[in-house]
């Protein structure tokens, strides 16, 4: 299956003091992830872009230069770094790397060697992309609703326990790679269809 994947461990022994962070409805942790922000809005400025004269020189070549799929990686596990931080699925600050070794919550996307012209002439209108993945779109706003709500839950057992629920990691992550997968059929990183799935496990990780 040529589909992106998010890649974890579990966060056994979460940190207290981050976890109350969280509980104050996320404000702080939000706070500090404002220079992360900042630079996500510049990518995914520049990953539309991308993306969008990427599928013009799919639809004229049949084939997707690696410079654009690099930087639509960079996007998509940037992002992905920073929601498993966000989210208390690691305490370690996402780093200003874009291939850091070892990342608790990190992805890899696929490598599409044979992209079709026919989905990148529809993505170059963006429209007939976007109105096949509609039905995703639904399912990931309630996803998020959940996620919102069990990360919550999440910090206030971390706080008071010091340990985290795996369903509610494995949820977010699942969650996650959704979104991933989602955004990597968008962006032409492969014509493979995203399943509607949440299937997913945490790997056996190299530690940093």
Same mark, same amino acid.
């Given at each position: 299956?040529?589909?992106?994947?998010?890649?974890y461990?579990?966060?056994?022994q979460?940190?207290?003091?981050?976890?109350?962070? =969280?509980?104050?409805?996320?404000?702080?942790?939000?706070?500090?992830?404002? /220079?992360?922000? #900042?630079? +996500?809005? %510049?990518?995914?400025?520049?990953? @539309?872009? %991308?993306?969008?004269i990427?599928?013009?020189? %799919?639809?004229?070549?049949?084939?997707?230069p690696e410079?654009?799929?690099?930087?639509?990686?960079m996007?998509?596990r940037?992002v992905t770094?920073?929601t498993?931080?966000?989210a208390?699925?690691?305490?370690?600050?996402? /780093?200003?790397?874009?291939?850091p070794?070892?990342?608790?919550?990190?992805?890899?996307?696929?490598?599409?060697?044979?992209? @079709?012209r026919?989905?990148?002439v529809?993505?170059?209108?963006?429209?007939?992309k976007? +109105?096949?993945l509609?039905?995703h779109?639904?399912? +990931?706003f309630?996803?998020?609703?959940?996620? #919102?709500?069990?990360v919550?839950?999440?910090f206030?057992?971390?706080?008071f326990?010091?340990?985290?629920?795996t369903?509610i990691?494995?949820?977010?992550a =699942?969650?996650?790679?959704?979104?991933?997968?989602?955004m990597a059929?968008?962006? =032409?990183?492969?014509?493979?269809?995203?399943p509607? @799935?949440?299937?997913?496990? /945490?790997e056996a +990780?190299?530690?940093?």
């Open positions: 299956m040529n589909q992106a994947a998010v890649r461990r579990y966060n056994e979460p940190s207290r003091g981050l976890a109350v962070a =969280g509980m104050l409805f996320f404000l702080p942790k939000a706070i500090l992830l404002i /220079p992360h922000a #900042i630079i +996500l809005s %510049v990518l995914g400025w520049l990953a @539309s872009i %991308v993306a969008w990427g599928f013009w020189i %799919v639809a004229f070549t049949g084939r997707m410079g654009i799929s690099s930087l639509l990686d996007d998509l940037w770094r920073t498993g931080w966000f208390g699925i690691t305490d370690a600050y996402p /780093p200003f790397e874009t291939d070794a070892g990342y608790a919550f990190d992805a890899t996307t696929p490598q599409n060697e044979n992209p @079709s026919g989905w990148a529809a993505g170059i209108t963006w429209v007939v976007s +109105l096949a509609f039905p779109f639904i399912m +990931l309630i996803l998020y609703i959940g996620v #919102i709500f069990g919550w839950f999440g206030v057992q971390a706080a326990t010091g340990r985290l629920s369903a990691q494995d949820y977010v =699942g969650t996650a790679q959704w979104y991933l997968r989602v059929w968008f962006y =032409g990183l492969t014509d493979e269809y995203p509607f @799935s949440m299937q997913i496990g /945490p +990780l190299p530690t940093v």
